[in-house]
């Protein structure tokens, strides 16, 4: 069964497009990956949609050594190698690309800042460019505290002419003390309307529809409560391995990498109170009040309440791939977690007795992010005749990728004369339904900071918050035995101890392969 969406007659169904204020975009990193695939190839597209007006100039400073026209190149490529509605238009990429210019630095060195400094005045002199600067870090985590205090030291924090406003990425630190160590060197230079901590998932399309879809149907809102919910899942799940990334992911690990940013907002998104309006701080609050609501595990708990795995040998897309401990660059005997599994529980009226389970791993049997809401049971003393394995929980599925989309199941009579049961599903698709590609999380967060709008950005009360729940777990696993890794094969759906998590409770995870609204297998 599907959605069909009818347009608004009284609102126009393809609004005029946000539009970014004037300002030169600063990008420190800009030889890097995540420049190359993920920021320049967002920000043609919202030049291709007509939000990112010819007042918008990008200068990328890096520490390889190439000329404007190499690096333009390389965008170029960048640009090309992620799909596009229209594709990649020769005269629009010129037109984007004349916009960007390339300068090599050591952003270690106080002297890049002041170089930057004068070349920014230079700019607005000159060229008429913007005093409104945007720097993004789209650096390792550890080059971010240098990077703002260059800034600060370079004057380029002031705001007497023009807004300046940083993005930093994540991981926000990677434990409670270097966080909140982190977030006093940013405010000793910037104000925290100025700081936009960045966290992709809350650019998705689906993850923003959370609050519609809770707040703005009244179908789901008087049923989003312990009285109805029976318990929750959040999947973050991947078939990829480690890949290039060994050198952070022996730092990191499953939690750090995912749970401590991505699942935490997921979750919170998902159990907030409805905020007093959709604003910065009334959304952030919301959340905060979450996660401060969910007490920081004992080492018992944490014993009993977590599950930790590391994938060993196996098969993915019928292809033969190796364990993590036989990736490239990462130790024979590693005991980081590449798979975790957490029971979480949120102390407040709404939600109390109904637990939170998130999973995230690698090389798990499908690449699925995903929300499953499980509701109670019904009396089943009205359908007599059929079994009680036959009457399945109504579930609501929110998908964050791929194909961003919500489905929800719930039972319907089967054709005949006898009274039986069969569950089946209402599906939505954003591509589908309307018939426009979604646009790419960064879009969505580089748009939005260039406006000035921090409501999809993390506060820094926020991430301490987060912090103060990751670091308990983090510490106790520190101090237990690992688990006899690996313990559980790529390709499958992560350790059966996960399983048995869940189980205790009358719980089972969804199987990956057969997720509600995982239409395609």
Same mark, same amino acid.
């Given at each position: 069964?599907?959605?069909?969406?009818?347009?608004?007659?009284i609102?126009?169904? $393809?609004?005029?497009?946000?539009?970014?204020?004037?300002?030169?975009?600063?990008?420190?990193?800009a030889?890097?990956d995540?420049?190359?695939?993920?920021?320049?190839?967002a920000?043609?597209?919202?030049?291709?949609?007509?939000?990112?007006p010819?007042?918008?100039i990008?200068?990328g400073?890096?520490?390889?050594? %190439?000329?404007?026209e190499?690096f333009?190149?390389?965008?170029?490529?960048?640009v090309?190698d992620?799909?596009h509605?229209?594709?990649?238009? @020769?005269?629009?990429?010129a037109?984007?690309?004349?916009?960007?210019?390339?300068? !090599?630095?050591?952003?270690k060195?106080?002297? $890049?800042?002041r170089?930057?400094?004068e =070349?920014?005045?230079?700019?607005?002199r000159?060229?008429?460019?913007?005093?409104?600067h945007l720097?993004?870090?789209?650096?390792p985590p550890?080059l971010a505290?240098?990077?703002?205090e260059?800034?600060?030291?370079?004057g380029l924090?002031?705001?007497?002419?023009?807004?300046?406003?940083?993005i930093?990425?994540?991981?926000f630190?990677?434990?409670r003390?270097?966080?909140?160590?982190?977030?006093?060197?940013?405010?000793a230079?910037f104000?925290?309307?100025?700081v936009?901590?960045?966290? +992709?998932?809350?650019?998705?399309? $689906?993850?923003q529809n959370?609050?519609?879809f809770?707040f703005g149907?009244a179908?789901?809102?008087?049923?989003?409560?312990?009285?109805?919910?029976?318990?929750?899942?959040?999947?973050a799940?991947?078939t990829?391995?480690?890949? +290039?990334?060994?050198g952070?992911y022996?730092?990191?690990?499953?939690?750090?990498?995912?749970v401590?940013?991505?699942?935490?907002?997921?979750?919170a998104?998902?159990?907030?109170?409805?905020?007093l309006?959709?604003?910065?701080?009334?959304?952030?609050?919301?959340k905060v009040?979450v996660?401060?609501?969910?007490?920081p595990?004992?080492?018992?708990e944490v014993?009993?309440?977590?599950?930790?795995?590391q994938?060993?040998?196996?098969?993915?897309?019928?292809?033969?791939?190796?364990?993590?401990?036989?990736?490239?660059g990462?130790s024979?005997?590693?005991?980081?977690?590449?798979y975790a599994?957490i029971?979480? =529980?949120?102390?407040?009226w709404?939600?109390?007795?109904?637990?939170?389970?998130v999973?995230?791993?690698?090389?798990?049997?499908?690449?699925?992010?995903?929300?499953?809401?499980?509701l109670k049971?019904?009396?089943?003393?009205?359908?007599?005749? $059929?079994?009680?394995d036959?009457?399945?929980?109504?579930v609501?599925?929110?998908r964050i990728?791929?194909?961003e989309?919500?489905?929800?199941?719930?039972?319907?009579?089967?054709?005949?004369?006898? !009274?039986?049961?069969?569950t089946v599903? !209402?599906?939505?698709?954003?591509?589908?339904a309307f018939g426009?590609?979604?646009?790419a999380?960064?879009e969505?967060?580089l748009?939005?900071a %260039? @406006?000035?709008?921090?409501?999809?950005?993390?506060? @820094?009360?926020?991430v301490?918050?987060?912090?103060?729940?990751i670091t308990?777990?983090?510490e106790a696993?520190?101090?237990?035995?690992?688990?006899?890794?690996?313990?559980?094969?790529a390709?499958?759906?992560g350790p059966?101890?996960?399983a048995?998590?869940?189980?205790?409770?009358?719980?089972?995870w969804?199987?990956?392969?057969?997720?509600?609204?995982?239409?395609?297998?």
């Amino acid at each position: 069964m599907s959605i069909i969406i009818q347009p608004n007659p009284i609102h126009p169904s $393809t609004p005029e497009p946000l539009k970014a204020e004037p300002c030169v975009l600063v990008i420190f990193g800009a030889s890097g990956d995540l420049t190359t695939r993920k920021l320049v190839p967002a920000l043609y597209d919202l030049a291709h949609d007509g939000s990112l007006p010819q007042d918008v100039i990008v200068l990328g400073i890096g520490q390889d050594q %190439m000329s404007e026209e190499e690096f333009r190149e390389q965008m170029r490529v960048g640009v090309g190698d992620v799909p596009h509605a229209d594709g990649v238009s @020769r005269d629009e990429w010129a037109a984007f690309a004349g916009r960007m210019s390339y300068t !090599m630095g050591d952003l270690k060195d106080p002297a $890049t800042y002041r170089d930057l400094s004068e =070349r920014l005045e230079k700019m607005k002199r000159q060229d008429g460019a913007s005093a409104n600067h945007l720097f993004y870090c789209a650096t390792p985590p550890s080059l971010a505290p240098s990077i703002v205090e260059g800034l600060g030291h370079a004057g380029l924090a002031a705001e007497q002419h023009g807004w300046a406003r940083i993005i930093i990425e994540k991981p926000f630190g990677r434990d409670r003390d270097s966080a909140n160590a982190l977030n006093d060197t940013i405010a000793a230079v910037f104000r925290e309307h100025q700081v936009f901590r960045i966290d +992709h998932y809350l650019g998705k399309e $689906t993850v923003q529809n959370i609050l519609v879809f809770r707040f703005g149907n009244a179908l789901f809102e008087p049923v989003w409560n312990r009285n109805y919910v029976d318990y929750i899942e959040i999947t973050a799940a991947e078939t990829l391995g480690v890949g +290039h990334r060994a050198g952070y992911y022996e730092e990191a690990g499953a939690v750090r990498d995912m749970v401590a940013n991505h699942l935490l907002q997921l979750l919170a998104l998902t159990a907030m109170e409805p905020p007093l309006a959709f604003e910065a701080n009334a959304v952030r609050d919301e959340k905060v009040r979450v996660w401060r609501a969910m007490h920081p595990m004992t080492p018992e708990e944490v014993a009993a309440r977590t599950v930790r795995g590391q994938y060993g040998p196996g098969m993915v897309d019928g292809q033969a791939v190796p364990g993590y401990r036989e990736e490239q660059g990462i130790s024979p005997d590693s005991s980081i977690e590449t798979y975790a599994a957490i029971e979480f =529980r949120i102390e407040n009226w709404r939600w109390e007795g109904v637990p939170f389970y998130v999973r995230t791993g690698k090389r798990l049997g499908r690449s699925l992010t995903e929300i499953t809401i499980h509701l109670k049971r019904t009396p089943q003393a009205l359908f007599s005749r $059929t079994p009680d394995d036959r009457i399945e929980h109504n579930v609501m599925a929110l998908r964050i990728q791929p194909n961003e989309s919500i489905a929800v199941a719930f039972g319907a009579k089967r054709p005949g004369t006898v !009274m039986r049961t069969e569950t089946v599903n !209402m599906d939505f698709c954003y591509q589908t339904a309307f018939g426009v590609r979604s646009p790419a999380a960064y879009e969505t967060l580089l748009l939005d900071a %260039m @406006r000035g709008d921090p409501t999809l950005f993390t506060r @820094r009360d926020g991430v301490e918050a987060q912090w103060k729940l990751i670091t308990p777990i983090e510490e106790a696993w520190s101090r237990q035995t690992p688990p006899e890794f690996p313990n559980y094969a790529a390709g499958r759906d992560g350790p059966a101890a996960a399983a048995e998590l869940l189980a205790r409770n009358g719980h089972k995870w969804t199987v990956l392969s057969q997720h509600l609204s995982g239409r395609e297998t």
